[in-house]
C-alpha cells in the first residue's frame, strides 16, 4: 500500500534556535497565532480522522470479535493467542521474507554497479538516468500484468528462452520458488534503477581527492572500491536497505495481480499452495474476504511488529558493519 | 536464485570502470567502451518489459500463444483495442482516474505548501511538538489504519465513490517534510520581513513572496503526488466497492483477473493505454525528479 511517495529519509536536523525573524513572542497568546495554527490544521484534521483515531481504533479492534455488521464481542487476546498458532500467517512471513531476500540482494547489488558505473560515464548521463528510471515510475499492475506474461507457462518469454537453449520448461507461476522468483525479479527490475539513482546520489558527494589519492598509493580499482567508496556509502546504504525493508515487507500488489488468475479460491490467496501469499495480502484475505475484521486487525499489528523487528535487525547489521 | 539469472542476464562487470587519466589512452579507451556497453545492456533490460508489451498489444492470442514468440509488431492492435473498450468501460475509468489523481495534486500542492511555509518560516507555541508528531505518522503502515478507514468512510456512505480515495489523501507527511526542507533555503527571511513591513497579510505573504520562489519545488512534488495516485492500486481496489466505477489500475486488474489466461493481446493493450499519461508526466518532469530523489536521500 505504497500511498505515501518514497524519498527522503526523514533525518531531521534539529531546528536551529529562533533563528527566523519572526520569532515567538511569549508575551502573546496562543490565540494570537491562530493563522499559523489554521494553516497547518488540514493536515493534522485528516491525520486525525483517517490516521490516528483508525489506529488506535485498530488496536480496540484486535481484542474483539466482529464481522464488519453485527456488534462487536470481546475476545481478549484470543486473537493474537491464535495469531502465534496460525500456520497460515507464520508461512506468509515466511514467504515474505523469502521473496524480500530474493528481491533485495540482487537489487542493491545491482543497483550499486550501475551507480558507479554511471558516476564514471561521460557522456549520455541523462538518457540514462531517465531509462533506468523509467520501471520505477509505471504502476505495479501494469508491470505485474507483463511480468505474468513473461513468466507465462504457456508462452512466456523465459519459457521460451529456456526451450531455445534445450532446458526444460518452468511453470513459474505454479510452483512455490517459481512463484517467488518471478515476484523478485518483477520487484528487482522495478527497484534497481530507482536505487542506482539514490546511490549516484551519494557517489558524487564523494570528493574526487580521495580517489586520487588512492590512485597515487598504487590502490586498484576494486580496492579504492571496497576501501573508500563503499564505506562512505555506508549512510546511503542504510537508507535504501531500510526503505527496501520497509516497502518489501509490505508488498502486496505485485503478487495480488500476478498470481489473481491462478488463484482459485480468493484474489488475495497467492497463488497455488499460497506460495506468493505474503503478509500483507493474508491481511487482505483475512479481512476484506472472510469479514474478520477483528482478527484481520491482530494479523495488521502483528505485520507491524515483523516489520519493525526486521528493521532494527538491518540497521543493527550495518551499523556493527561500520564499527568493524 | 540460479534461476533469475537467466531473466536477467547478469548486465555488468565489477566496477573497473575508474577512469584512469592520463596513464595508458588506450586502456581508457576499451574501457569507455566496455562502461558504454554494460549501461547500454541495462538500458534494454529496462526497456524489454514495455516493447514487449506493446508488441503484445498488436497480435491475437493465438499468435501470442505460438512458439517462437513475437518479437515483432503484429497488425491486430485496432481488434484489441475495440475489444478492451467493449470489456471494461476505459475512458470512464481513465476519467476517474484523472479526476483523482488531478484534485489530490492540487489539494496536496496547496495544504502541505501552506503549512511547510508554517513550519518553515515561523515560531509558535508547539511547534516542535507538532513537526515531531507528523514525522512518526511516516512510520506507520498503512494496513493498519486500513479497516477502521473503511469503516468510517463506510459510515459517511463515501466507499463506492472517489471521494473515499481523493479526502484522506488531501495532505500528507512527505510533502509538508519536503516542501519544508525546500523552503527553509529557498524564501529569504528579509523579504519576508520587508512584505510585513509593508503590510502582508501572513496570506499574502505565503502567496506573493513565499509560492513564487518554490516552483520548481512545487514542479517536483505535485508530479510525484501524480504519479503515485496514478498508480495507486491497494485502496482503492478496497474502497471502490462498485465494480464499473473505478480507477483504471484496477479496471486493469479486473480485466486481467477475468481475461488474463485468455485473452493476452486485450489485457495488454489496456496496460499500454494506461501507462501513456503516466510516461507523458514523466517526461516532462524527469530531470527534476530524477535530481531532486538523488538530493534527498544525501540530505
Known amino acids: 500500500m505504497a500511498t505515501t511517495p518514497?524519498?527522503?529519509?526523514?533525518?531531521?536536523?534539529?531546528?536551529?534556535?529562533?533563528?527566523?525573524?519572526?520569532?515567538?513572542?511569549?508575551?502573546?497568546?496562543?490565540?494570537?497565532?491562530?493563522?499559523?495554527?489554521?494553516?497547518?490544521?488540514?493536515?493534522?484534521?485528516?491525520?486525525?480522522?483517517?490516521?490516528?483515531?483508525?489506529?488506535?481504533?485498530?488496536?480496540?479492534?484486535?481484542?474483539?470479535?466482529?464481522?464488519?455488521?453485527?456488534?462487536?464481542?470481546?475476545?481478549?487476546?484470543?486473537?493474537?493467542?491464535?495469531?502465534?498458532?496460525?500456520?497460515?500467517?507464520?508461512?506468509?512471513?515466511?514467504?515474505?521474507?523469502?521473496?524480500?531476500?530474493?528481491?533485495?540482494?540482487?537489487?542493491?547489488?545491482?543497483?550499486?554497479?550501475?551507480?558507479?558505473?554511471?558516476?564514471?560515464?561521460?557522456?549520455?548521463?541523462?538518457?540514462?538516468?531517465?531509462?533506468?528510471?523509467?520501471?520505477?515510475?509505471?504502476?505495479?499492475v501494469a508491470v505485474a500484468i507483463i511480468f505474468g506474461s513473461v513468466f507465462s507457462t504457456n508462452f512466456g518469454l523465459v519459457n521460451a528462452l529456456l526451450q531455445a537453449v534445450g532446458l526444460d520448461q518452468i511453470a513459474w507461476l505454479n510452483t512455490p520458488w517459481g512463484i517467488k522468483v518471478a515476484i523478485a525479479t518483477?520487484?528487482?527490475?522495478?527497484?534497481t534503477g530507482y536505487n542506482a539513482i539514490i546511490f549516484l546520489a551519494g557517489l558524487q558527494t564523494i570528493p574526487g581527492e580521495l580517489y586520487e589519492a588512492a590512485r597515487m598509493d598504487g590502490a586498484g580499482p576494486v580496492q579504492t572500491f571496497f576501501r573508500i567508496t563503499l564505506p562512505l556509502m555506508r549512510p546511503v546504504l542504510l537508507f535504501v536497505l531500510v526503505i527496501s525493508t520497509v516497502t518489501g515487507l509490505q508488498s502486496f500488489s505485485e503478487p495480488q495481480v500476478l498470481l489473481q488468475s491462478t488463484a482459485n479460491e480468493s484474489t488475495f490467496s497467492g497463488g497455488p499452495d499460497h506460495a506468493g501469499r505474503t503478509m500483507v495480502l493474508y491481511?487482505?484475505?483475512?479481512?476484506?474476504?472472510?469479514?474478520?475484521?477483528?482478527?484481520?486487525?491482530?494479523?495488521?499489528?502483528?505485520?507491524?511488529?515483523?516489520?519493525?523487528?526486521?528493521?532494527?535487525?538491518?540497521?543493527?547489521?550495518?551499523?556493527?558493519r561500520g564499527e568493524d | 536464485m540460479a534461476v533469475t539469472t537467466q531473466t536477467e542476464p547478469a548486465p555488468t562487470e565489477p566496477p573497473r570502470a575508474e577512469p584512469t587519466k592520463g596513464t595508458r589512452i588506450?586502456?581508457?579507451?576499451?574501457?569507455?567502451?566496455?562502461?558504454?556497453?554494460?549501461?547500454f545492456v541495462g538500458v534494454l533490460l529496462s526497456a524489454f518489459p514495455f516493447y514487449w508489451a506493446v508488441i503484445m498489444s498488436t497480435h491475437t492470442s493465438t499468435e501470442i500463444f505460438s512458439y517462437p514468440p513475437k518479437l515483432l509488431p503484429g497488425s491486430h492492435f485496432g481488434d484489441n483495442l475495440s475489444k478492451l473498450f467493449d470489456s471494461i468501460d476505459f475512458f470512464g475509468s481513465m476519467f476517474n482516474s484523472l479526476l483523482v489523481a488531478v484534485s489530490v495534486t492540487f489539494l496536496v500542492l496547496f495544504f502541505d505548501s501552506l503549512a511547510a511555509f508554517v513550519f518553515a518560516k515561523f515560531h509558535f507555541p508547539g511547534r516542535r511538538v507538532l513537526f515531531a508528531m507528523m514525522m512518526a505518522i511516516f512510520m506507520v503502515p498503512a494496513q493498519l489504519a486500513a479497516i477502521p478507514q473503511f469503516v468510517i468512510m463506510a459510515k459517511l456512505g463515501w466507499i463506492g465513490s472517489m471521494t473515499s480515495l481523493i479526502v484522506p489523501a488531501a495532505a500528507n507527511a512527505f510533502g509538508i517534510f519536503w516542501m519544508r526542507q525546500y523552503m527553509k533555503s529557498a524564501i529569504h527571511d528579509e523579504l519576508l520581513d520587508a512584505s510585513k513591513i509593508d503590510g502582508a497579510s501572513f496570506l499574502r505573504q505565503y502567496w506573493?513572496?513565499?509560492?513564487?520562489?518554490?516552483?520548481?519545488?512545487?514542479?517536483?512534488?505535485?508530479?510525484?503526488?501524480?504519479?503515485?495516485?496514478?498508480?495507486?492500486?491497494?485502496?482503492?481496489?478496497?474502497?471502490?466497492?462498485?465494480?464499473?466505477?473505478?480507477?483504471?489500475?484496477?479496471?486493469?486488474?479486473?480485466?486481467?483477473?477475468?481475461?488474463?489466461?485468455?485473452?493476452?493481446?486485450?489485457?495488454?493493450?489496456?496496460?499500454?493505454?494506461?501507462?501513456?499519461?503516466?510516461?507523458?508526466?514523466?517526461?516532462?518532469?524527469a530531470k527534476q525528479i530524477i535530481a531532486d530523489l538523488g538530493k534527498g536521500a544525501i540530505r
Open chain 1, 6 to 140: 518514497l524519498t527522503a529519509p526523514p533525518v531531521e536536523k534539529p531546528p536551529a534556535p529562533a533563528a527566523g525573524p519572526p520569532a515567538a513572542n511569549p508575551k502573546k497568546g496562543v490565540l494570537s497565532y491562530w493563522r499559523l495554527y489554521a494553516a497547518i490544521s488540514p493536515f493534522y484534521l485528516l491525520f486525525l480522522a483517517f490516521g490516528l483515531i483508525p489506529v488506535g481504533f485498530s488496536l480496540y479492534l484486535s481484542f474483539h470479535r466482529w464481522d464488519g455488521l453485527g456488534s462487536m464481542e470481546y475476545a481478549g487476546l484470543s486473537q493474537y493467542r491464535y495469531l502465534l498458532s496460525d500456520t497460515d500467517f507464520w508461512s506468509s512471513i515466511g514467504n515474505t521474507l523469502i521473496i524480500w531476500a530474493l528481491a533485495t540482494f540482487p537489487m542493491i547489488f545491482l543497483a550499486m554497479i550501475t551507480a558507479v558505473m554511471l558516476n564514471s560515464a561521460v557522456r549520455f548521463k541523462n538518457v540514462y538516468r531517465f531509462a533506468y528510471f523509467l520501471p520505477n515510475v509505471t504502476s505495479v
Open chain 2, 208 to 285: 506573493h513572496v513565499a509560492l513564487p520562489v518554490v516552483r520548481p519545488g512545487l514542479a517536483f512534488l505535485g508530479i510525484f503526488t501524480f504519479m503515485g495516485q496514478w498508480n495507486d492500486y491497494a485502496w482503492p481496489l478496497i474502497a471502490l466497492t462498485n465494480p464499473d466505477n473505478v480507477t483504471l489500475q484496477v479496471a486493469l486488474s479486473q480485466l486481467n483477473g477475468v481475461h488474463g489466461t485468455t485473452d493476452y493481446g486485450m489485457v495488454m493493450t489496456g496496460a499500454v493505454l494506461a501507462l501513456i499519461p503516466l510516461l507523458i508526466v514523466f517526461a516532462i518532469g
Open chain 2, 26 to 39: 588506450r586502456g581508457t579507451q576499451r574501457r569507455g567502451i566496455a562502461l558504454h556497453v554494460s549501461l
Open chain 1, 283 to 320: 491481511f487482505f484475505q483475512q479481512t476484506f474476504d472472510n469479514n474478520d475484521f477483528g482478527y484481520g486487525a491482530a494479523v495488521a499489528w502483528g505485520i507491524f511488529l515483523v516489520v519493525v523487528i526486521f528493521s532494527i535487525v538491518n540497521w543493527r547489521l550495518v551499523q556493527r
Open chain 1, 186 to 191: 518483477l520487484m528487482t527490475w522495478q527497484w
